[in-house]
C-alpha cells in the first residue's frame, strides 16, 4: 500500500523558535498534500491544501506566514511553524495522494508539537 | 461551512456485540465518505471507504451511505477489545479531472469494547 512517512514524530521547542516538519511519499508520487492539525480530545482540522509546484491554499483562519508550506517536490512537503508558541503545541498530520487515486488519502504518522 | 456531525460517546459495547456508529454531514455535494479509526497518540487509519448509497462490507466491517438523508454510519460485528479507539467520520467533494478537497472530519466517537 502507499506509504506515507512524516518526521520527526516528536518536537520539543522554545517559544519563538522555527520547527520544519517533513512529510514524504515513498512508494508513489503526491500530486497533493494535506496538512492537518488536531488539538486533544479534538478532531483532525484541516490546515492547507498543497499541489505541487503550486502555493498552498489555507483554511479560513490559519496564518499563511507563520505556518509554511512548501511542496517543491513530487515525494515531499514541508511544514515550519515559524516563530512558535505554546498555541502552537499540537499534533500536526499530513497525508497525501496522487491523481488518478480516487479521493482516498494516506496519512503519516503525526508529528507532536510542545512548545515551551 | 461543512460540518460533520457524531456523537462524542463513549459508547460501550460487550465483546461479540455489534457497533453501531454513526455520522451526519451538512455539505450536500459531499461525494466521499470515509470511516478511520485512530487510537490515542496515533494517526488515523482508514478503515471504510463509500462513495455510493447503501452498503459496502468488508469483513466485520459494513459501511451505509444515506445521501437523502446525508447519513452514513459503521458497523462493526463481533466487536474485539481490540476495535476499543475513537472512530472518526470524514467526508470531501470531488472535482472533475479527479481533484478532491481535503477531508471534514466529525471529532469522533468514542468506543469502549467491553471483555
Known amino acids: 500500500g502507499a506509504v506515507v512517512s512524516q518526521h520527526p514524530s516528536r518536537v520539543i521547542c522554545k517559544s519563538g523558535t522555527s520547527v520544519k516538519i517533513e512529510c514524504r511519499s515513498l512508494?508513489?508520487?503526491?500530486?497533493?498534500m494535506f496538512w492537518y492539525r488536531q488539538f486533544p480530545k479534538q478532531s483532525l482540522m484541516l490546515m492547507a491544501t498543497?499541489?505541487?509546484?503550486?502555493?498552498?491554499?489555507?483554511e479560513q483562519g490559519v496564518e499563511k506566514d507563520k505556518f509554511l508550506i512548501n511542496h517543491a517536490s513530487l515525494t515531499l512537503s514541508t511544514l515550519t511553524v515559524t516563530s512558535a508558541h505554546p498555541e502552537d503545541s499540537s499534533f500536526y498530520i499530513c497525508s497525501a495522494r496522487w491523481q488518478g487515486a480516487g479521493t482516498e488519502a494516506f496519512f503519516g504518522q503525526g508529528t507532536r508539537l510542545t512548545v515551551v | 461551512q461543512k460540518e460533520v456531525e457524531q456523537n462524542s460517546g463513549p459508547l460501550s459495547v460487550p465483546e461479540g456485540a455489534i457497533a453501531s456508529l454513526n455520522c451526519t454531514y451538512s455539505?450536500?455535494?459531499?461525494?466521499?465518505f470515509f470511516w478511520y479509526r485512530q487510537y490515542s497518540g496515533k494517526s488515523p487509519e482508514l478503515i471504510m471507504s463509500?462513495?455510493?448509497?447503501g452498503d459496502k462490507e468488508d469483513g466485520r466491517f459494513t459501511a451505509q451511505l444515506n445521501k437523502a438523508s446525508q447519513y452514513v454510519s459503521l458497523l462493526i460485528r463481533d466487536s474485539q477489545p481490540s476495535d476499543s479507539a475513537t472512530y472518526l467520520c470524514a467526508v470531501n467533494r470531488v472535482y472533475s479531472g479527479g481533484g478532491a478537497d481535503g477531508l471534514t472530519f466529525g471529532k469522533g466517537t468514542h468506543l469502549i469494547i467491553q471483555p
Open positions: 455539505d450536500r455535494v459531499s461525494q466521499s
Open positions: 512508494d508513489f508520487q503526491a500530486t497533493t
Open positions: 463509500i462513495y455510493s448509497n
Open positions: 498543497s499541489n505541487e509546484g503550486s502555493k498552498a491554499t489555507y
